[in-house]
Antibody, heavy 116, light 107 residues
Framework: EVQLLESGGGLAQPGGSLRLSCAAS????????MSWVRQAPGKGLEWVSGIGGSGGGTYYADSVRGRFTVTRDDSKRTLTLQMNSLRAEDTAVYYC?????????WGQGTLVTVSS | EIVMTQSPATLSVSPGERATLSCRAS??????LAWYQQKPGQAPRLLIS???TRATVFPVRFSGSGSGTEFTLTISSLQSEDFAVYYCQQYNNWPLTFGQGTRVEIK
């Protein structure tokens, strides 16, 4: 069974940083492309960032490019999103999502709140 | 970036009736189109992939169709558990963009 467990959410100040992690199990992690998708309170889904499997590239939404960095550690089966220069509009539940063709499994999400 | 547009934003349907949701892509995505169902407080779940392949956990009343730029999700006879928000997503190219969602509510 695929399991994706996000952690690292919480309260951050504008301009601050947070680091999200996603612990994966139940599939061959190194082969899988992975993404982060967020959902602001009461809003729709927004794809944020993705990383290819097996040494594939990294990809970002325009809204986060230059501020967020996605990485993966295949030995630890962990996906990470480093979020810098946070803004109020980054407030959302952040989901870890497995797969690319198509994205097929979602974690339960971790809440990030950016507020002073 | 491929822009995905869903219509309508809200669909009011009586139980037992048919619901038809639309999704349009700003350029061709072939059949690389997924539909997700999201209920309040829950993560989205993959409902349809490849534009028309239903996930096995969902009943046969759900069907998807289309290719290129025009796609449709049909729920043949709405049940109480189907009232939710439905999102389309293209996965033909990065970034993997979503539509803004269609809320299916009880009429």
């Amino acid at each position: 069974e695929v399991q994706l467990l996000e952690s690292g959410g919480g309260l951050a100040q504008p301009g601050g940083s947070l680091r999200l992690s996603c612990a994966a199990s139940g599939f061959i992690f190194s082969n899988a492309a992975m993404s982060w998708v967020r959902q602001a309170p009461g809003k729709g889904l927004e794809w944020v960032s993705g990383i290819g499997g097996s040494g594939g590239g990294t990809y970002y939404a325009d809204s986060v490019r230059g501020r967020f960095t996605v990485t993966r550690d295949d030995s630890k089966r962990t996906l990470t999103l480093q979020m810098n220069s946070l803004r109020a509009e980054d407030t959302a539940v952040y989901y870890c999502v497995k797969g690319r063709l198509p994205p097929d499994s979602w974690g339960q999400g971790t809440l990030v709140t950016v507020s002073s | 970036e491929i822009v995905m547009t869903q219509s309508p934003a809200t669909l009011s349907v009586s139980p037992g009736e048919r619901a038809t949701l639309s999704c349009r892509a700003s350029q061709s995505v072939g059949s690389d189109l997924a539909w997700y169902q999201q209920k309040p407080g829950q993560a989205p779940r993959l409902l349809i992939s490849g534009a028309s392949t239903r996930a096995t956990v969902f009943p046969v009343r759900f069907s998807g169709s289309g290719s290129g730029t025009e796609f449709t999700l049909t729920i043949s006879s709405l049940q109480s558990e189907d009232f939710a928000v439905y999102y389309c997503q293209q996965y033909n190219n990065w970034p993997l963009t979503f539509g803004q969602g269609t809320r299916v509510e009880i009429k």
